[in-house]
């Protein structure tokens, strides 16, 4: 056998394998889904739009679409942001390899939490059948010591329930991605008691399925939703 040959046979089965996994448990856990060098960048933009939402409310801009987000529960929050649409798209593919499926994108929403923020237990909407929530960066007072004696970070658990029914925590380190099927699975965050957190979620459908409506029938990226605009 050609090492080409090795190497194609090798692939194949690693991504049978991912898209086992995620049909049998409904979720995988992606490590460095984004190099250190983007989550670094997509951070401190996500925390420089928090700043200039503040700009925005003290100098009464408008923001009826919140085009620059808005503040709820402790948590800014940005829908359909045209730097997180275009990962949404350069990663469709990537999506497909682990699930199996063939997908349309929707729309992202990105988050900074701050402390006090909660994520409570849910399922979600219809435009949301298959979600990629990924770890851009975190800023905790609480730091675990490794065995190594090396010291970061306590992470902010995801807790979901999987197919078979059981309550699973899932860490994430910046970069590490959370693929769900998040309209079926119950997942929910508990109160933060850290400083900052900023994730990225990526929301696409099955193009087989129900709800085949590409970017969540918005004209195009980088635009709010009508439900945005209604608010």
């Not at 989550?39 to 420089?48: I, K």
């Not at 402790?74 to 593919?93: A, E």
């Not at 119950?186 to 850290?194: A, L, M, P, T």
């Not at 709800?211 to 980088?222: A, F, I, S, V």
Request: proline share 2%; aromatic share 12%; with cysteine.
């Amino acid at each position: 056998m050609r090492n080409i040959d090795i190497v194609w046979d090798v692939h194949q089965q690693a991504r049978f394998s991912c898209q086992s996994k995620f049909k049998d448990q409904g979720y995988i856990l992606i490590e460095q889904f984004l190099n250190e060098d983007i989550s670094d960048f997509l951070y401190g933009y996500l925390m420089l739009s928090q700043k200039r939402l503040d700009v925005v409310k003290k100098e009464k801009l408008e923001n009826s679409d919140n085009r620059y987000g808005k503040i709820k529960n402790n948590t800014f929050t940005s829908n359909g942001d045209l730097v997180f649409d275009s990962i949404l798209i350069g990663k469709k593919s990537e999506i497909e390899w682990y699930t199996g499926y063939n997908l349309v994108p929707t729309y992202t929403t990105s988050y900074i939490h701050n402390r006090g923020a909660e994520l409570e237990r849910h399922t979600d909407n219809s435009d949301c059948e298959i979600t990629l929530s990924v770890c851009l960066g975190y800023d905790n007072s609480k730091f675990l010591v490794n065995e190594d004696k090396t010291i970061e970070p306590i992470q902010w658990p995801f807790h979901i329930i999987d197919n078979q029914g059981n309550e699973i925590e899932v860490f994430q380190k910046k970069g590490d991605a959370i693929l769900y099927k998040g309209e079926e699975l119950e997942h929910w965050r508990k109160q933060f008691d850290g400083t900052l957190q900023g994730q990225l979620e990526m929301h696409y459908n099955d193009s087989d399925g129900d709800y085949n409506n590409q970017y969540n029938k918005r004209p195009y990226l980088g635009l709010p939703s009508e439900k945005e605009i209604s608010r």
